[in-house]
């Protein structure tokens, strides 16, 4: 018995000296941290730790995700749009490394897909039916730059990041302690046929593994929060660039009949789709949220989907004259579209604005998009975004309301009136899972 206590003894001591270290290493790194934010000079603004502004962005720029092309620092989020009958379920690749890294850049991978099962009969969405694929998505986000709203805001700030790193030092000692005391409590000759030197590096890394990452997970949100709720800035800006692909895996299909004496034959296109996107962001302490962005894009377009063609209804087209009723009762098809089908590229140029007030969870969006080439519609958005935060403060889900004008100048359809022109749509989009800071 005696001999086995001395063995454990002998065992535990080298790990306890390596535990310590370990956690001296934690508590050294939020110094420096620490350090390194105190010593940066009033002028260049530097408030939290590069996490903690990570947290900040998160919160700040979630506050507005309508489809796959939008940013959220959330490892995943799900988007719906009713009007163009499609949802896109995205996962972020960024996987953090180290204590105190910032986000620059990440990979978001996803799927998007129709739901015209989810819409009421005779909606637009019908035009993009038969829509499943993948999106990928590369962005590069910059550095944000902060603005003081005085120096002594910095002093407090500086002030209170000392004041946890002490505390957290301080609770560390105390969880150290406690598992040391843990692992001497161990009855290792009750352990027969282990490697009891083994077992104590895999209990002790598990628990500085765990340890690290608690802890600095609380480090910058203690940080975030104390930002936020004493919005020691004056203005926070960044700007992102995105470069996302739809990439259809099935092809979109149309039921289509040259007139209405012509027999109606299928057709198939491959919609992809590429857009480069550029964002400015800021976040004013008395001006409110802005973002304004500016894409170009190209899409495989087709003259069903640009509403080139007459759409009509398996009634309509009977009650018209149509000669292929029976060809459209065997292959059970409720739409037929008439006209002339052809596929062409489209570019398109998009500027966006979104606007939040101070403190409000209610905004207002407007977008316009020039469409070139075959398809030259000038085409208007305007939106009342609101955001739901949870009981963190965080976003929890994103609805906007939207008035849409399409062919504002009427050149695509000259006969319309801007009634004809009008629609509404909703968009939904909803950040889960952890943040990627």
């Known amino acids: ?56 962005l998160s919160d700040k720029i979630g506050s507005y995700l309508t489809d796959y092309r939008s940013l959220s620092f959330y490892k995943n989020n799900v988007t719906v749009s009713a009007g163009d009958g499609t949802f896109s379920l995205n996962h972020n690749l960024f996987q953090p490394s180290g204590v105190d890294e910032p986000v620059r850049t990440f990979y978001v991978v996803g799927v998007k897909a129709s739901i015209p099962a989810w819409l009421p009969a005779g909606l637009a969405a019908e035009r993009g039916t038969n829509q499943l694929g993948v999106t990928v998505k590369k962005v590069w986000i910059a550095r944000p730059r902060t603005r003081l709203a005085d120096c002594f805001g910095k002093v407090l700030m500086d002030a209170k990041r000392a004041s946890d790193v002490a505390l957290l030092a301080e609770e560390i000692d105390k969880r150290k302690a406690a598992f040391a005391t843990s692992l001497a409590s161990v009855d290792y000759g009750s352990l027969t046929g282990t490697d009891h030197e083994r077992v104590n590096q895999e209990l002790y890394r ?27 800035y004056r203005r926070i800006s960044t700007h992102w660039t995105s470069l996302s692909a739809y990439l259809p895996v099935v092809l979109q299909r149309f039921v289509v009949a040259g007139t209405l004496d012509r027999p109606a034959q299928p057709e198939k296109t491959y919609a992809a789709e590429l857009t480069v996107s550029h964002t400015r962001f800021w976040e004013s302490t008395q001006a ?135 629609t509404v749509n909703l968009t939904i989009g909803v950040p889960f899972s952890r943040i990627i800071y």
């Open 1 to 56: 018995m005696v001999r086995t206590l001395l063995a454990c003894a002998g065992l535990l001591l080298p790990m306890t000296g390596l535990l310590a270290q370990s956690t001296d290493s934690l508590t050294s790194r939020f110094r420096r941290i620490h350090e390194t934010i105190r010593n940066q000079p009033c002028a260049q603004g530097q408030l939290v730790s590069n996490r903690a502004m990570n947290l900040f």
């Open 206 to 232: 598990r628990f500085y593994a765990q340890l690290t990452d608690e802890f600095s997970r609380r480090f910058a949100a203690q940080q975030y929060e104390e930002l936020v709720s004493t919005r020691r």
């Open 288 to 422: 409110g949220r802005l973002f304004l962005q500016l894409d170009a894009g190209v899409s495989l377009a087709n003259s069903a989907q640009t509403y080139a063609l007459e759409r009509l209804s398996y009634d309509q087209y009977k009650r018209l004259g149509g000669i292929d009723t029976a060809g459209l009762v065997q292959r059970r098809v409720s739409t037929v579209y008439v006209g002339n089908f052809r596929t062409f590229l489209s570019p398109v140029v998009r500027l966006g604005l979104v606007y939040y007030p101070p403190e409000s969870h209610i905004g207002l969006s407007a977008t316009v998009e020039q469409y070139v080439g075959t398809y030259r519609a000038l085409n208007g958005v305007l939106g009342i975004p609101i955001v739901l935060i949870d009981r963190q403060g965080a976003p929890a889900a994103n609805f906007e309301f939207q008035l849409r004008y399409a062919d504002c100048t009427h050149v695509v359809f000259p006969r319309q009136t801007m009634r004809d022109n009008l």
